[in-house]
């Protein structure tokens, strides 16, 4: 999955400068999600600005994973979190009422994000 990650970043990179990378990261192992910041450190000479996660609310399972790795990578301060996910199940509310406890959580209703009449198919 990496690898293919890595060619979109690059494909749609502007001017080859940009700071996107794509990271293995095992959720709930707090030392991977350290590890994931110290290379970004070492790549930005400082912390991430933005965590982008999409879709990634599915198997209950993983709720608490999950939730543990953004922890990790928020404390101090750290970036902000912006997550898409298109309700479909009920178990994901409860995601996001844990997520809540630690994060100031903003929904979006979808006619507010995606301008349907702009689109061409």
């Given at each position: 999955v990496l690898p293919d990650l890595q060619v979109n970043i690059d494909a749609n990179s502007i001017d080859g400068t940009g700071s996107?990378?794509?990271l293995p990261l095992a959720w709930g192992e707090r030392d991977a999600a350290l590890a994931v910041?110290?290379?970004?450190?070492?790549?930005?000479?400082?912390g991430p600005a933005l965590i982008v996660a999409a879709e990634v609310v599915y198997w209950e399972n993983l709720f608490d994973p999950l939730l543990d790795t953004l922890v990790v990578l928020?404390?101090?301060?750290?970036?902000?979190?912006?997550?898409?996910?298109?309700q479909?199940?009920?178990?994901?509310k409860r995601f996001f009422k844990r997520l809540q406890k630690y994060f100031a959580v903003t929904t979006l209703p979808v006619p507010d994000v995606v301008d349907y009449e702009a689109l061409t198919w």
């Open positions: 996107c990378r794509a910041l110290q290379a970004i450190r070492e790549q930005r000479g400082a928020t404390e101090g301060g750290g970036p902000r979190v912006v997550m898409s996910y298109v479909r199940f009920k178990r994901a």
